[in-house]
């Protein structure tokens, strides 16, 4: 049964740190970032501050850490080798956002868009937020080239991988401000495959995946 125990304690935790990221965006939406604590945080969800930081190591993480980077991994490992870099890391992350939506828009988001938008739009009107974004970026550019395995064993691959993961990165971003912007009012996926049809042409997206 020790599988079946940690499977177990996984679910909790990630109930846990679900239940207390939520009550941390809607108080820093509510009251502002810089004027909720930790403590703040800690009494809405009903847990102690100490358990906070064991699921969030610093304030800035109740905002930014997501799961984002495995989804992009799984879409990527998935992807057909033969097909263009470009191609097999926009698609993944097409994938990955319509996985993280429900495909609504405006006033029919859906509650995970909503919450999604939350976030975005305080990393955006947050300068500490927006600062520490940057190590997100790294870390889901680092999640990409991991994902292509063999594409990057050698420092040249690597390279390559790295590069055209950053621009296709830089689209995504560019879509998510667009979105928070807006009040996602258009669907988030669709803005993705525009920024990247932008950035690479329209046969990089459209290719099958």
């Not at 191609?87 to 509650?111: K, N």
């Not at 292509?148 to 055209?164: I, K, S, Y």
């Amino acid at each position: 049964m020790p599988d079946q125990h940690s499977t177990l304690r996984a679910q909790r935790r990630a109930e846990t740190q679900r239940l207390i990221q939520a009550h941390a965006v809607r108080l820093f939406t509510e009251r502002g970032y810089d004027a909720t604590t930790v403590t703040d945080v800690a009494e809405a969800a009903g847990v102690s501050p100490m358990t906070v930081y064991r699921h969030f190591p610093t304030k800035e993480d109740l905002v930014l850490i997501d799961r984002h980077g495995a989804l992009v991994a799984e879409r990527i490992a998935a992807s057909p080798a033969e097909r263009p870099l470009v191609g097999r890391i926009g698609g993944a992350l097409i994938d990955s956002v319509a996985a993280l939506t429900g495909g609504g828009h405006g006033d029919d988001l859906t509650a995970d868009e909503r919450f999604l938008l939350a976030r975005l739009q305080l990393m955006i009107s947050t300068p500490a937020l927006r600062a520490k974004h940057l190590d997100n970026h790294y870390a889901l550019q680092q999640a990409i080239v991991d994902a292509l395995g063999d594409d990057a064993t050698d420092p040249d691959a690597a390279f390559h991988v790295r590069a055209a993961a950053s621009a296709c990165l830089a689209a995504l971003h560019t879509a998510l401000v667009r979105w928070a912007e807006d009040d996602g009012r258009t669907e988030l996926p669709e803005l993705v495959t525009k920024a990247l049809a932008a950035a690479f042409g329209e046969r990089i997206v459209d290719t099958p995946r």
